[in-house]
């Protein structure tokens, strides 16, 4: 079992900055993919951003030029830095461990963007 803890949420003006971490309890050898995703009361979880195996990333149209999605595997820490924040950035943020068997979840941390 791998618990992943999220931190780095909280109230930020509009154009401001953040930096979310999602820390895995342990080393995973076998990650397929990692991620963050977001949901805004009354909508549905959406994909952020997502890091593979080989490092390459990929993001979300509304994130685009904005977030940056990195890893450290030494501290087994996942980073999305997030920049020039909008209050439609307002949302729960949710880190993603998928291995080729299992698919992990954090508990999430409010980013709310607002003056």
């Known amino acids: 079992q791998v618990q992943l803890v999220e931190s780095g949420g909280g109230l930020v003006q509009p154009g401001g900055s953040l930096r979310l971490s999602c820390t895995a309890s342990?080393?995973?050898?076998?990650?397929?993919?990692m991620g963050w995703y977001r949901q805004a009361p009354g909508k549905q979880r959406e994909l952020v951003a997502v890091?593979?195996?080989?490092?390459?990333?990929n993001y979300a149209d509304s994130g685009r030029g904005r977030f940056t999605i990195s890893r450290d595997n030494a501290k087994n820490t996942m980073y999305l830095q997030v920049n020039s924040l909008k209050p439609e950035d307002t949302a729960v943020y949710y880190c993603?461990?998928?291995?080729?068997?299992?698919?992990?979840w954090g508990q999430g941390t409010q980013v709310t963007v607002s003056s």
């Open positions: 993603n461990l998928e291995t080729w068997t299992s698919n992990y």
């Open positions: 342990r080393t995973v050898s076998s990650i397929y993919l």
């Open positions: 890091i593979n195996r080989d490092g390459s990333t």
